[in-house]
């Protein structure tokens, strides 16, 4: 096969040729040559039309994204769709909050601006899903980054199989992907049936618990398809908690929470009429394993465990916002903080979109948080950027399962988990805090 060829197995149309051609410009062809050979790696046997995409290759991580945004642009490169780009490598609104080197913050921005040059939407979110338009059920999309795909897939019921960094913009691009995995019905059935009806009804509901749930999912769960039955009551900011933990613990890229994701009104539906390969049925045990998993630092005891909390332990940093802060999650923080403001000694950062911050903004609510010593940040997050200032190694509160699973890695702080109302006390008096009221 000649250098550059297409898979012989693939099925390319016309338009296809022209692209791979290079009668659509050069970009358009470096991209389908991309796209081409990873349906030839995936083994589909044809590459279908998407309506929509979100990218992830806008963020920083090396020379190596920004030499290839470079290649795009100088061969020409117009997204076919329209397409929303994921979190970058700096807060462009507020570049003081930026604490990298100049040349890290250059390549950063340069990054980002090569996406925009290709005519992508500038949202700079990992939570596109929470802002408008979004894709609707069954359609067919080319996301990237993990909790916007399981958002889209599960919530939304619209298609994407998980995309990574240079196929989605080579997707975008060509307006095609490969016709293989989320995108076709035959591999949306679920597999793994997590039954939580024994479980009271106050802790199936609350929505701070459902990080913990996701990251049980995606430990036991790997890259099967979950079911869950009992949440039926769960709300949107909760479900995206709960996708984001389950697709950071485990690969989870869809799930079938029965009566709320739309192709699963039941669970014979969410199974497609077969029977479940395993079916497990979760206990408080299991929650609090999931909650034990979320909590590095030494000695904390998770909430609802049992035993002697330890209220000496200092918190250095609270993180929120992984993923980025809905609007309904800031209208439940603001009055926790403006009765428990952090202490002096409390870094407090909140990560959001700039949609959100306008919201904030209008209501004079982000003047009010500043006066209280929290920190929003937009256009980017703690954990892939250099936002934080407080040195590594101490404790980070979080009640992102996201936050928790990435931090100690990302940026070097052992890492509490808790809900929001815990996040805020504990910030208020710089020790860690639990509500004994959480755990019935």
């Known amino acids: 096969m000649p250098a550059g060829a297409p898979p012989e197995t693939l099925a390319l149309t016309v338009r296809d040729r022209a692209m791979l051609a290079g009668d659509c410009g050069e970009a358009a062809a470096v991209a389908m040559r991309v796209l081409a050979t990873m349906a030839g790696v995936y083994g589909a046997e044809r590459l279908l039309d998407i309506e929509g995409a979100h990218i992830d290759g806008c963020l920083y991580h090396g020379d190596s994204g920004v030499d290839f945004a470079e290649l795009l642009v100088a061969g020409g490169a117009r997204v076919r769709v329209p397409t929303t780009l994921n979190v970058g490598g700096l807060d462009l609104l507020h570049p003081e909050e930026f604490a990298g080197t100049a040349e890290r913050r250059a390549k950063a921005r340069r990054l980002m601006e090569c996406y925009e040059e290709m005519g992508c939407r500038t949202i700079w979110t990992c939570a596109p899903y929470q802002t ?4 609707a059920f069954g359609q067919q999309v080319a996301w990237a980054e993990s909790n916007a795909i399981v958002f889209a897939n599960s919530v939304l019921g619209a298609r994407t199989h998980r995309y990574g960094d240079f196929i989605d913009i080579c997707a975008a691009i060509t307006g095609r992907a490969p016709a293989v995995g989320l995108h076709l019905e035959e591999h949306r059935r679920g597999q793994v049936v997590f039954d939580l009806r024994s479980l009271p009804h106050a802790l199936r509901s609350a929505a ?5 749930i996701g990251y049980l999912v995606g430990e036991r769960c790997g890259n099967r398809i979950p ?15 709960l996708g984001a933990a ?21 669970l014979d539906a969410a199974l497609g009429g077969e029977e479940a390969a395993e079916w497990i049925e979760v206990g408080l045990s299991d929650l609090r394993a999931g909650l034990r998993s979320l909590s590095t630092a030494p000695g904390v005891a998770a909430v ?19 993923p980025h802060f809905s609007p309904r999650e800031f209208a439940e923080f603001l009055p926790l903080v403006e009765r428990h403001p952090p202490a002096g000694s409390v870094e407090f950062v909140v990560c959001t979109n700039r949609l959100s911050l306008g919201e904030l903004e209008r209501r004079g609510n982000l003047e009010r948080l500043r006066a209280h010593g929290v920190r929003v940040v937009v256009d980017t997050c703690v954990v892939v950027a250099p936002i934080l200032r407080t040195q590594a190694g101490g404790v980070l509160m979080t009640n992102s399962g996201k936050f928790a699973h990435y931090a100690p890695g990302n940026v070097g702080f052992d890492v509490v988990f808790g809900s929001l109302a815990e996040c805020v006390r504990s910030a208020h008096g710089g020790r860690l805090w639990r509500d004994p009221e959480l755990w019935p």
């Open 132 to 135: 408008t338009p979004r894709p």
């Open 208 to 212: 701070w618990l459902l990080p913990a």
């Open 227 to 241: 079911v869950l039955l009992g949440l039926e009551q769960a709300g949107e900011d909760g479900l995206k908690a």
């Open 246 to 266: 389950a697709a950071s613990s485990g690969a989870v890229a869809l799930f079938h929470a029965v009566g709320i994701t739309p192709e699963a009104p039941t």
């Open 304 to 322: 609802g465990i049992g035993g002697s909390e330890d209220d000496r332990l200092p918190i250095d940093v609270v993180a929120l916002g992984s």
